[in-house]
């Protein structure tokens, strides 16, 4: 799909992507901007502004940012002071989304946005974004009123389609409640598929004033017993700016309004739209998971362990997972045709042999295996599970080799064993961990990251030599301050896309 790069400034057509030089014949082509190398060349490039607003913008920014990578349709930056940008800055953009609600940015700003979104490019405001710059209270926080008011900016009513009347006869909305959100218009293209209705939990907007050129695309009854107008109300509508497009949504008060499976799909295709003037996102974009996503079995059991483990497969749309609190439940029946992946972080020592074959009837149909921690530990008596694993911890002396040992609150500082998917991208890390020492592992394993640290073993990570399987073994991750660490979240996420060959 090409994209359109061209900003209208001073009535003049240039191009956003720099200056231009002339050419062997005379003629002049303009000179490609480096930025664009750093956004992916098929997603829509997108500028979220934020840093002010009435509401939680410290929550909704990084979900809305959140709901638009996630479709991998869009590149994302955010910004938090958006006063100083200029027409540089927006010209490598396909779309500005606005969750900003507070002071105005200055003129040479306000007019670069302008010539942004008239010269063709794209425009989405959220919920309070439209509040902002229409001469109110500019400074409130959190509803508190401070009386101080600026002009209303024009053109960025014009520009969103819609604004807040200045003095409003009535309070901005009743109370929050639960109300149906109808659809009517079913053919836009951003709501064409959506159905007739959702129902929203948020706060309903009355009393807006409309520009000519904006056009409703859903409607919600306002109930005079909530405090409302008693007329249907606009909730979502589309404009049109010079050659730009916008959307406004009146929706997303907060994060778990903008969780509503309504919002998502309709907010994502109005960003898709707006930003290309077409939609191609499916009806259901952002609500069900992506339809490659990973079937994660997560098991534990056995062995204490803090909920912020849970924290490492939550929010990933590379998987969906399922948590199994012992290995008997786990391996109860067959899981190879179930999942993809398998994540150990039991203390497991009986097994049967039912559940024993399930577990070998996963590995041996060439699964992904990823096993943490004290799952090291697991099946003392049961020779294969060692194989698997590439290594084992010893929880008792065995002939002449001694029981391994362990060692809480050390720090660590572990770092990469030459180059490896799971472990390029993540680098050294610094982990205040449980350290294991005299584990029993393999010569041929594939060590990924080691330490020095004299009350560990020297590698710390490794991919087991078993086939058919991959099999990475860590034997970081004891509690919150490993499991909240970025680069240890980083690798597990790696070791599981890596065992299932992504």
């Known amino acids: 799909m090409l994209r359109r790069f061209g900003l209208v400034l001073l009535a003049v057509p240039l191009l956003a992507a720099g200056p231009v030089t002339p050419?062997?014949?005379?003629?002049?082509?303009?000179?490609?901007?480096?930025?664009?190398?750093?956004?992916?060349?098929?997603?829509?490039?997108?500028?979220?502004?934020?840093?002010?607003?009435?509401?939680?913008?410290?929550?909704?920014?990084?979900?809305?940012?959140?709901?638009?990578?996630?479709?991998?349709?869009?590149?994302?930056?955010?910004?938090?002071?958006?006063?100083?940008?200029?027409?540089?800055?927006?010209?490598?953009?396909?779309?500005?989304?606005?969750?900003?609600?507070?002071?105005?940015?200055?003129?040479?700003?306000?007019?670069?946005?302008?010539?942004?979104?008239?010269?063709?490019?794209?425009?989405?405001?959220?919920?309070?974004?439209?509040?902002?710059?229409?001469?109110?209270?500019?400074?409130?926080?959190?509803?508190?009123?401070?009386?101080?008011?600026?002009?209303?900016?024009?053109?960025?009513?014009?520009?969103?389609?819609?604004?807040?009347?200045?003095?409003?006869?009535?309070?901005?909305?009743?109370?929050?409640?639960?109300?149906?959100?109808?659809?009517?218009?079913?053919?836009?293209?951003?709501?064409?598929?959506?159905?007739?209705?959702?129902?929203?939990?948020?706060?309903?907007?009355?009393?807006?004033?409309?520009?000519?050129?904006?056009?409703?695309?859903?409607?919600?009854?306002?109930?005079?017993?909530?405090?409302?107008?008693?007329?249907?109300?606009?909730?979502?509508?589309?404009?049109?700016?010079?050659?730009?497009?916008?959307?406004?949504?009146?929706?997303?008060?907060e994060v778990a309004a903008m969780q509503n499976a309504g919002f998502e799909a309709a907010f994502l295709r109005g960003a898709e739209w707006a930003a290309t003037g077409a939609v191609t996102l499916p009806p259901d974009a952002g609500v069900k998971p992506r339809p490659d996503a990973l079937r994660v079995l997560v098991v534990t059991g056995g062995h204490d362990y803090p909920t912020s483990f849970y924290t490492l497969f939550e929010g990933r749309p590379e998987w969906r997972w399922t948590h199994a609190v012992s290995s008997e439940e786990a391996f109860a029946r067959e899981i190879a045709s179930r999942f993809d992946v398998l994540v150990l972080y039991d203390f497991s020592q009986k097994l049967g042999e039912e559940g024993k074959g399930h577990l070998r009837a996963f590995a041996e149909a060439g699964k992904g295996i990823v096993v943490l921690h004290h799952a090291l530990c697991d099946y003392q008596d049961w020779p294969w599970f060692e194989e698997m694993a590439g290594g084992r911890y010893l929880t008792s002396d065995q002939g002449e080799r001694k029981a391994s040992t362990y060692r809480h609150d050390v720090e660590l500082f572990v770092k990469p064993v030459g180059s490896h998917p799971i472990v390029d991208s993540v680098g050294p890390l610094q982990l205040v961990d449980e350290a294991y020492k005299g584990m029993r592992i393999s010569p041929m394993v594939t060590p990924l990251l080691e330490t020095s640290h004299a009350d560990a073993d020297r590698t710390v990570a490794w991919v087991s030599p078993y086939q058919p399987s991959r099999v990475v073994a860590i034997q970081l991750g004891h509690g919150e301050p490993a499991h909240r660490s970025q680069a240890y979240r980083d690798l597990v996420r790696n070791a599981i896309l890596w065992s299932a060959g992504r």
Not at 134 to 162: C, F, Q
């Open 23 to 253: 050419r062997a014949d005379g003629a002049s082509e303009p000179v490609p901007d480096v930025r664009s190398r750093f956004f992916r060349n098929d997603a829509a490039r997108v500028l979220l502004l934020s840093g002010r607003n009435n509401h939680d913008w410290r929550s909704t920014t990084p979900f809305l940012r959140q709901l638009l990578v996630g479709t991998g349709r869009f590149d994302v930056r955010v910004i938090e002071e958006p006063a100083g940008l200029t027409a540089q800055t927006l010209g490598v953009y396909d779309l500005v989304v606005s969750d900003y609600c507070g002071p105005r940015w200055g003129a040479s700003t306000e007019q670069a946005l302008v010539d942004f979104v008239r010269g063709g490019k794209g425009l989405v405001a959220v919920h309070g974004a439209a509040y902002g710059f229409s001469g109110h209270d500019v400074l409130a926080d959190r509803h508190v009123r401070t009386g101080i008011t600026e002009p209303p900016w024009k053109e960025w009513a014009e520009m969103v389609g819609g604004s807040w009347p200045s003095p409003p006869s009535k309070q901005f909305h009743g109370a929050r409640h639960s109300f149906e959100v109808r659809f009517v218009d079913r053919e836009h293209p951003v709501s064409k598929g959506l159905g007739g209705s959702f129902v929203a939990t948020d706060e309903l907007y009355h009393q807006m004033t409309l520009q000519p050129s904006a056009h409703v695309l859903a409607t919600a009854w306002s109930d005079p017993a909530t405090g409302g107008t008693g007329r249907d109300e606009p909730m979502l509508w589309v404009d049109s700016f010079g050659r730009g497009r916008a959307y406004f949504t009146a929706l997303g008060h």
